[in-house]
């Protein structure tokens, strides 16, 4: 079999680290508002809609320098590298097992996400489906990670009992 190209070993501890800085951040903002440091920042906006329905703007921007509330991104992309790094990164054997545990998990992650995503898509509605839309971009990564870590602790718990 090929051999599948995942982060380096290091990398895992490195990604648990950034979801629990992001975990710890995103619930200080929530209890504290402690990231204000991080609202009205001066950010590089690739293309600027602005706000949905807002009839006081002419024109949407492209390239441009705008005023933001960057706390969101910030968590978000620390809780996305922190699950790509820990997702993805090399096991202490990597193995042909591992990989086809690996691959199934993220098989068996893309039905699951999907099944979930298009389910809320029915039945969600108003603004909370945007809530939708933004978390789902991580659910795929969890519900990966949860599925190759239990299937890896059920070949370990299997081996041992051997």
Do not use: C
């Not at 990231?35 to 690739?46: G, P």
């Not at 922190?82 to 691959?103: A, M, N, T, V, Y």
């Not at 996400?113 to 978390?135: A, D, S």
């Amino acid at each position: 079999m090929k051999a599948t190209t995942l982060f380096p070993k290091s990398y895992r501890k490195i990604g648990l680290v950034l979801v629990v800085l992001a975990l710890l951040l995103w619930t200080v903002d929530l209890m504290f508002g402690g990231l204000s440091f991080l609202q009205n920042i001066s950010v590089l906006a690739l293309y600027d809609s602005g706000i949905p329905f807002d009839q006081t703007r002419e024109q949407n921007t492209f390239f441009s320098i705008l005023e933001d509330d960057f706390r969101y991104e910030v968590i978000s992309v620390l809780l996305l590298l922190g699950l790509l790094f820990f997702g993805f990164s090399k096991r202490e054997s990597e193995d042909e097992l591992i990989q086809k545990i690996r691959l199934e998990s993220l098989l068996w992650a893309t039905y699951a996400h999907f099944f979930l995503f298009i389910l809320l898509t029915l039945f969600t509605f108003g603004l909370f489906y945007l809530n939708i839309l933004v978390l789902n971009v991580f659910t795929i990564l969890i519900i990966y990670i949860v599925r190759f870590e239990f299937k890896l602790f059920q070949l370990k718990k299997s081996l041992n009992e051997e």
